[in-house]
């Protein structure tokens, strides 16, 4: 029964958008994180999606291949009395954007969504198909 | 006995390419946000004709030879999988229409219960036209 693929395909969607739900949260989390004695702040993470044949012609999941760092250099703000300020009065904050992370957000949450109902569908229909002959 | 269940074979033959292209647009919202992904579907109309074997398609498999190998009930060539148009571009190359998969999805999904129900009561017609008469 080649429809119970869909549970693999939108399976794979949804974990590989829960992980990117992952990343938001981490990011979120660390919006307004310093930089630590090193000089290094927070970088913002992004999961990179790829897509990945689930066996059968036409069922296409989906993977996250590896998660990046947004190298951007971090927010640096003026504020000489700030204990982890440097040499020139400068904290370095975390390069994450909260607008961007609350629109990455909403997409992933929605496309979750999606996924779920699709799986939803395929399984009444499988269901139904199960009982084929018997009404 | 091929008239008795050639409208069953027909039904089931549209169950399994219903079955095929559910899976295709689930591929296509599973694939929403993958970078280059280019969205998938078939040709329904034409995937039948195929695979009922009711009309020449082109492109269709086709046995010209004494030593080809006879294809299989319901085979067919990959061919019938067509590139779904997007009347938007989006800047990561990605081909989907959500709004469409969703709606072609949910209409899918009523096609594949409307099949279903006509194989049930084409066996229902069939049981009742075997039951004898006097078992009520």
Known sequence: MSMFNIFDVSGSAVSAQSQRLNTVASNLANADTVAGPDGQAYKARQVVFQTTLMGEVGAAGVRV??????????????????????????????????????????????????????????????????QLGQG | ??????????????????????????????????????????????????????????????????????????????????????PQDSLDQNTVDLDRERASFAENAVKYEATLRFINGHMRTLQDAMRSPNQG
């Open chain 1, 65 to 130: 291949t590896n998660v990046v760092e947004d190298n951007t250099p971090g927010r640096r703000v003026h504020d000489p009395k700030h204990p982890a300020a440097d040499g020139q009065g400068y904290v370095t904050y975390s390069n994450v954007n909260p607008v961007e992370e609350m629109v990455n957000m909403i997409s992933a949450s929605r496309s979750y969504q999606n996924n779920i109902e699709v799986m939803n569908t395929a399984k009444s229909l499988l269901l139904k198909t199960l």
């Open chain 2, 1 to 86: 006995m091929q008239r008795l269940t050639s409208t069953l074979e027909f039904h089931a033959q549209a169950l399994t390419l219903r079955a095929e292209r559910q899976r295709l647009i689930a591929s296509n919202i599973a694939n929403a946000d993958t970078p280059g992904y280019v969205a998938r579907d078939m040709d329904f109309a034409r995937a039948l004709r195929e695979a009922s074997g009711t009309s020449a398609v082109a492109g269709a498999m086709a046995t010209t030879h004494a030593s080809h190998l006879a294809d299989p009930a319901g085979a067919r060539s990959a061919a019938e999988l067509t590139y779904a148009h997007n």
